[in-house]
């Protein structure tokens, strides 16, 4: 940490922290987390967030192009560091120096150094309860990354963990808080038009929703855009 001390980065820590929750949606928070990255891990030269589940790889967020490639790179060839972190639970995965690198990544390894990687470092981003991704650091400079970087990297992936959960979990109960307003409005809409009770009524819109195999909130939905029940008479 040649140009802060470790005084003048908590600083910096704390005010990354309070912009992380100031976000307003998940994915305004996963931008901010890879634009810190990229400030404040020295030798970063790009960083994203990725998730690894059966799927394949997801690519959250990306500072640039290098970024996407990596990541398509590791879903094509089913290798890399994402892999290992995911397997290992691994929380840091450092490689200072890519072009020589031949421990693992037979497939990937050649092409990231066509890519222009010198050197890249991984960080588990993960909860008390839950594993959530991973933020990876590049450079394309090999030994671009010090000991100081990875601890940056780690207490910036930490906080990061945090904030992504949260605001993850926010999303989420906006969405629940939304969808169980529709639902209420849908049933209020298929009382009045066909005279029956609350309970007839929501079981007027589940039947619906097994009957047309949507979900119970799309059902909803439209029943209080249209004012018709999918498949009622």
């Keep these: 940490m040649p140009d802060r001390t470790w005084e003048e980065f908590a600083v910096q820590l704390a005010g990354v922290a309070r912009d992380l929750l100031a976000q307003e949606s998940v994915q305004d928070t996963l931008d901010r987390i890879a634009e810190h990255t990229v400030e404040l891990v020295d030798g970063c030269e790009a960083a994203g967030i990725l998730s690894l589940d059966s799927s394949g790889v997801h690519t959250l967020s990306a500072s640039n192009s290098l970024v996407y490639e990596s990541d398509r790179l590791q879903e094509k060839s089913g290798e890399g560091p994402c892999f290992d972190a995911a397997r290992t639970g691994e929380a ?13 990544w037979p497939v990937y ?3 990231a ?10 960080f588990l981003l993960y909860t008390r309860t ?3 991704g991973a933020l990876n650091v590049y450079s394309t400079r090999p030994d671009a990354f010090t000991e100081a970087s990875e601890h940056v990297g780690w207490l910036l992936a930490s906080h990061a963990a945090v904030a992504f959960s949260s605001a ?7 969405t629940a808080m939304g969808s169980r307003h529709t639902i209420g409005a849908a049933v209020g809409v298929v009382m009045e038009r066909y005279g029956i009770t609350e309970d007839q009524a929501f079981a007027v819109l589940t039947k619906s929703s097994q009957d047309h195999n949507t979900k119970l909130r799309d059902v909803a939905r439209t029943v209080t855009e249209t004012g018709k029940v999918p498949g009622a008479k």
């Design 168 to 174: 993850r979990t926010h999303e989420q109960l906006q």
């Design 113 to 122: 150094r066509e890519l222009g990687i010198g050197s890249m470092m991984g």
């Design 92 to 104: 840091v995965l450092r490689i200072r120096d890519l072009t020589t690198w031949t421990e693992h």
């Design 130 to 132: 839950d594993t959530l």
């Design 109 to 111: 390894t050649p092409r």
